[in-house]
């Protein structure tokens, strides 16, 4: 199975915890523009997407804000309401076909109390989580905006064949007419 072997990749873990996982986990093939999770929801999966793609939105009234995004072999969920198991505040759209193995919140403590190596990879999953939020965090903070659409161009160049340029706008903060303006001044 993809995702088991993408986990022992990054950690290593027995053939009994593999089999575990993999009888733990239910495969989907979703269609684009499927709700994965709504605000006000608990969070009670996590996704990993062999393929597609998604974003986690807040909807501000009259249009979505882009605050993350999903791809090819990332690991799908909204961090905080799933390790609290509380409400989210955002909500999880696939922009793509997507084909997900799912995992509940309970199998997966289940899987960390009964075979401790898999402690390691939910660690490294965890760190590479919160680096990626750093340079969020970090993006958000750069002026101007062409320094911002720059950064994120070298960082996730595949994202703007991805994303339309509204989600890409909302996720670097700055209107649909100064994203136009700025790529139409790199072209």
């Known amino acids: 199975m993809i995702v088991v072997d993408y986990i022992k990749q990054i950690s290593p873990i027995s053939d009994v915890a593999a089999a575990e996982l993999e009888s733990r986990i239910t495969i989907s093939f979703e269609k684009k523009g499927k709700v994965l999770l709504k605000e006000g929801e608990v969070c009670s999966q996590i996704y990993f997407m062999q393929f597609g793609f998604a974003h986690q939105f807040k909807w501000d009234g009259t249009s979505k804000i882009s605050n993350y995004f999903w791809s090819n072999h990332d690991f799908v969920t909204h961090m905080i309401s799933f390790l609290t198991q509380s409400a989210c505040e955002e909500n999880i759209e696939l922009l793509n ?6 995992l509940t919140y309970q199998d997966l403590q289940f899987m960390y109390r009964e075979y ?9 999953m965890l760190e590479k989580y919160f680096v990626d939020l750093a340079k969020l965090g970090a993006l958000s903070k750069v002026r101007p905006a062409l320094k911002r659409y720059e950064l994120l161009l070298a960082e996730w160049p595949e994202l703007f064949q991805l994303a339309t340029s509204g989600q890409i706008a909302s996720y670097l903060n700055m209107t649909q007419e100064t994203l136009s303006r700025i790529r139409a001044k790199k072209l």
């Open 116 to 124: 401790p190596e898999f402690n390691h990879f939910g660690r490294v």
């Open 97 to 102: 076909d997507s084909k997900l193995y799912s």
